[in-house]
């Protein structure tokens, strides 16, 4: 039996599942489909690329706060389901600055729930300092495919050239969660989907040990630390709107070197190899692309042929980890509600 068909195995496919399990659903009647799944590396496949913490990163409207707020509050659930934070999923220090004073309803929500949270006044501008969330992405997205395997969730590879495909002779239920993939695929093609390139230089760097952002209107510097990582420091970063290019250029690096030492002069100061940014040891340069889309997340419900449901999940941009647990809550609510031929 195949009752449900989650499509995509990037960060929603994978929390979507976990949340069907946790409202009880059997794990021998789900099969997560995708083109790339955890381990493997490609353009298009942005979760193993997030840099990827709790952050700031999310707009200020209700349904999003609300996405990261249930992601913050039930993600220590999810960590020890997966045996605690050696499954690369810790917790470390945040300090982020604006140059513009963020709106006061995304303020109050951040200060109900956000631990150790504080105002400072050390920076450049206005700024916030709380116990954020930090993931291994590569790294946790393999533990996360082995704990549902595990449980008795199938994965399987194929590409869809439309959603039709996924149902199955049993299936009731499939769960789009295709990223930036829903813009071609058949079906769905959702015009309003498109890329937000980023570039990262990651180094390593024993000597810090906590994260720092800073956001401006038209940049986003960013430090964060990955745990079980053997000391890796994630460096960014752009937000090139409707960039499809995975490539990457070092006067980018560059630019990205010279804003995160910056913001964060301890990164060169304490580093036991050297003070300048050639002591730095660089263990790699990626680019991503987000996916994002016009009008923010797509969790939307659709009657296929009278008695099959498609619950759409897609368009978490730069924010797929830190309020995906919150998505997909709300996509499996869809799906089960008040059916009881599910
Ligand atoms: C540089 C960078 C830094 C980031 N930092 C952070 C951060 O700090 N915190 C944070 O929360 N987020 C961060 N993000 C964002 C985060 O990576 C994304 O929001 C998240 O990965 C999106 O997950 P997804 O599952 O929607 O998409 P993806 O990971 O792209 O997965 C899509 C899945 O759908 C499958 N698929 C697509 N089309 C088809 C098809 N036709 N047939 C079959 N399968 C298909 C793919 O194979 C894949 O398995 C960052 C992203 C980048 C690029």
């Known amino acids: 039996m195949t009752k449900y068909v989650v499509v995509g195995s990037g960060i929603i496919g994978l929390y979507t599942t976990f949340c069907l399990l946790q409202h009880g659903v059997d794990p021998y009647q789900v099969t997560v489909l995708a083109e790339y799944l955890p381990g ?11 840099g990827g913490n709790f952050s700031c990163i999310t707009d200020d409207d209700p349904a999003t706060l609300a996405y990261d707020k249930h992601t913050y509050t039930h993600l220590h659930v999810l960590q020890r389901e997966l045996g605690g934070p050696a499954c690369g999923l810790d917790r470390y220090l945040s300090t982020e600055y604006w140059d513009t004073k ?20 050390d920076g450049p501008a206005y700024g916030i300092r709380f116990k954020s969330w930090n993931f291994n992405c590569p790294f946790f997205l393999l533990n996360f495919q082995i704990y549902l395997q595990d449980k008795g969730v199938r994965f399987k590879r194929g590409k869809l050239s439309h959603i ?9 239920c499939v769960f789009n969660c295709t990223g930036l993939g829903a813009h071609g695929l058949g079906g769905v093609n959702d015009t309003a989907v498109y890329p937000t390139r980023g570039q990262v230089v990651v180094v390593k760097a024993p000597h810090v040990t906590e994260n720092r952002m800073r956001w401006g209107a038209d940049y986003a510097t960013y430090v964060i630390k990955r745990p079980y990582s053997n000391d890796q420091l994630i460096l960014g970063g752009f937000m090139h709107k409707d960039n499809w290019s995975g490539d990457t250029f070092r006067d980018q690096s560059n630019d990205i070197l010279a804003r ?9 100061t304490r580093n036991p190899r050297g003070s300048s940014i050639a002591d730095l040891e660089v263990v790699r340069v990626v680019a991503g692309l987000r996916p994002s ?21 897609y368009g978490a941009s730069g924010y797929g980890y830190q309020a995906g647990l919150g998505m997909a809550h709300e996509a499996v609510r869809l799906a089960l509600m008040g059916d009881s031929k599910i």
Not at 102 to 121: F, G, I
Not at 260 to 268: A, G, H, K, M, S
Not at 298 to 309: A, G, M, S, T
């Open 293 to 313: 889309r016009h009008g923010g997340v797509r969790i939307e419900r659709e009657l296929v042929d009278h008695n099959k449901i498609l619950v759409h999940n």
């Open 260 to 268: 995160t030492t910056e913001l964060f002069p301890e990164i060169l």
């Open 164 to 172: 039709a495909q996924a149902y199955l002779a049993d299936t009731r």
């Open 40 to 50: 493997d590396e490609s353009v298009n496949y942005a979760s193993p690329y997030a």
């Open 102 to 121: 963020p709106s006061r309803r995304k303020l109050d929500s951040l200060a109900s729930y956000l631990e150790c949270y504080e105002v400072v006044t």
